[in-house]
């Protein structure tokens, strides 16, 4: 009888001795997620100041050549490159940036379809020059970062109208109830994704096509942040000449 209660005790005390060490190993693994995100806002930091400035000297001086060269083809040719190498850059900054300092969101309940129009009136001139058709029905009340929540759908919409196909853009949003959460979709009839890109294209600067499609690669990256910031998941479904579909939860 005392050898097994003995040997309990040892089971017990090997199993509390367990337990502190996953304790520890949590404590190490948090301490490095807050030094991971100091190091990062340092950057974000550096970037916003030692990056941007020599840029604007760059882009400056530029154009002052432009200006005081303007007859010359050659001068205006490769002034023209680097103002456009300076331009990207900065875009490439900004949007790091945003991506860097997205703080964690202040939740709140608010309609969807009201941050649906907030998204679609910032895009009113690519909207209406393209043709863009949006259509949504009654949306959910859902618990979100208001701003998060429009720099998201802007990003979906945006992409939609950007990688169109020959037909003016369609864009469906719609949405359903899946155990503790709404999965919204955000549907369109553009040139679609190869299945083999559908997870890459979430990646920091991840771009499937050249310069003649505007952006940094940075957006569906920023999405996938504000999704999972909110305890959600975003992924597509598509194929090429078929459309696309995006897909993203937010918990009840």
Known sequence: MDGSIKSLEERLAE??????DLENQLKAAQAAARLAHEELQLFAYAASHDLQEPLRIISGYAQLLQRQHG?????????????D??????????DLLAYSRLPKPQRR????????????MSLD???????TRIVFGDLPEVQVDESQTVQLLQ????????????AAPEIEITYEETGDSYTI??????????PRFHEQI???????HGREVPGTGMGLALCRKIVEGHGGKIWVESAPAQGSTFRFTLPF
């Open 15 to 20: 199993a509390l001795r367990r337990i502190s």
């Open 85 to 94: 190498a300076a331009n990207r850059m900065t875009a490439l900054i900004r």
């Open 125 to 131: 001139v690519p909207i209406r020059e393209s043709k």
């Open 185 to 194: 979709s955000v549907r369109d009839n553009g040139i679609g994704i190869e």
């Open 71 to 83: 007859g010359n083809a050659e001068a205006m040719e490769f002034s023209t490159y680097i103002v």
């Open 109 to 120: 309940s608010i309609a969807l379809s009201g941050l649906v129009q907030w998204a679609t």
């Open 155 to 166: 990003h979906l919409l945006s992409n939609a109208i950007k990688f169109r196909s020959e």
């Open 202 to 208: 979430f990646g920091v600067f991840k771009r499937l």
